[in-house]
């Protein structure tokens, strides 16, 4: 299960990201072609009825937090701490929430380092972490070590939320990326040949998908108690995932 990966700690990829990937980046959500109404639709719908009580969150590869924003709107939520190697992304992102009331903390930084950090120094435990589309560029071995450091931020009771793709069961890397590919480019309409050849190079490049079974595999190894999957798209390669401390 081991795949070759980018290694997540140059700032150099996440401005290069942003200034050539960022526009297409956009156009992808403004076209939900990532599904992100329906998914953060449902994640409204699960922190308004799941945190009755105040929450705080932390979020992995925040973004600009365009979605994540909606998602937070008229919840209970009392801290958000958002993560990203993006400058430009984090601009955007503290003007994006200037309407959430509550206490916001934004951190450049490659979150294979900062969470490491948060553990060592026992920094208050988190109710909801998300990483959205942000850990599919790790290795097997990254994401196993990842969840498990997530698991000791999160309190008792918590939950880490994973929205990304995600392999069938057995189904190798290549055969998901055909797969996946040939719905980019039958569906992914509006991109331009020239935006359609950056997706597909970048997806290729960077996309590297567990299996659901692994993920809950890992998950129950570091002590999570249960796991759902509580959205797929009609394609089967993006999941919605809850895993509860
Ligand atoms: C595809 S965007 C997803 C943004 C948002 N979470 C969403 O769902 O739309 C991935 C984001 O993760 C950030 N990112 C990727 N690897 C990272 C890392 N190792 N540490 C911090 N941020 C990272 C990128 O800069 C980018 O803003």
Redesign the pocket.
């Known amino acids: 299960m081991t795949y070759t990966k980018?290694d997540?700690?140059s700032s150099a990829?996440?401005n290069e990201?942003?200034n050539n990937e960022w526009r297409i980046?956009q156009k992808v959500?403004n076209n939900n072609y990532?599904r992100?109404g329906e998914i953060y639709s449902i994640l409204h719908k699960l922190l308004v009825n799941y945190f009755q009580k105040s929450f705080s969150m932390l979020?992995?590869?925040?973004?600009?937090?365009?979605?994540?924003t909606q998602a937070l709107l008229n919840t209970t939520i009392t801290e958000y701490q958002g993560?990203?190697?993006?400058e430009s992304?984090l601009k955007i992102a503290r003007s994006n929430m200037a309407s959430l009331d509550c206490e916001k903390n934004f951190i450049q930084?490659?979150?294979?380092e900062?969470v490491p950090e948060l553990v060592n120094q026992r920094h208050d435990r988190f109710d909801i972490i998300?990483?959205?589309?942000?850990l599919h560029?790790l290795s097997f071995e990254q994401k196993d070590l990842m969840i498990g450091q997530l698991a000791s931020l999160l309190q008792a009771g918590g939950a880490f939320i994973l929205?990304d793709v995600v392999r069938r069961k057995e189904e190798v890397r290549e055969v998901f990326m055909k797969r996946y590919l040939e719905g980019v480019r039958k569906h992914w309409s509006l991109l331009t040949p020239q935006e359609y050849l950056m997706t597909e190079n970048h997806i290729s490049s960077q996309d590297f998908p567990e299996t659901q079974e692994a993920l809950y595999e890992i998950s129950r190894k570091h002590n999570f108690t249960r796991a759902e999957c509580l959205y797929c798209d009609p394609l089967d390669v993006i999941q919605l995932l809850c895993f509860y401390r």
Do not use: E, P
């Open positions: 980018n997540g700690n990829y996440s990201f942003f980046y959500l990532l992100h979020d992995l590869g925040c973004g600009d937090c365009t979605f994540i993560v990203d190697l993006s992304a930084g490659n979150f294979l900062v998300v990483a959205s589309y942000a560029h929205i």
